[in-house]
């Protein structure tokens, strides 16, 4: 799988987050910012989700069938903090779809 790139913009109202995959953007704008963004690889599904954590709605999905190991790397663009939880709990909207 080629790399994905996510963005996040705020404005005063609403929120931007940009994905960028082989070569597309999608812009995805919501008018709550999430406190926690979930990301699920589904690698025997071929998919890769990007969630609000606690209301379980749905930022972005790829389909992809997975060939390979699948590396996460993670970075800021500016100073800040990101913490990291794995092993979470499966959301329910996923267990459904």
């Known amino acids: ?3 994905l790139t996510v963005f996040w913009f705020p404005f005063s109202c609403s929120f931007l987050y940009r994905f960028l995959h082989t070569g597309v953007m ?3 704008c919501v008018t709550e910012h999430p406190a926690r963004i979930g990301i699920l690889l589904d690698y ?3 998919r890769l ?3 609000n954590a606690e209301r379980g ?3 972005f999905a790829i389909r ?3 060939t390979d190991a699948a590396y996460p790397a993670f970075a800021l ?3 800040g903090a990101l913490t990291l939880r794995t092993g979470m709990e499966l959301p329910e909207f ?3 779809s």
């Open 1 to 3: 799988m080629r790399r």
């Open 64 to 66: 992809h069938k997975f």
């Open 26 to 28: 999608s812009d995805v």
């Open 94 to 96: 996923v267990k459904h």
């Open 57 to 59: 709605l749905v930022l």
């Open 49 to 51: 989700l990007f969630f």
């Open 77 to 79: 663009e500016k100073a």
């Open 44 to 46: 025997n599904g071929g």
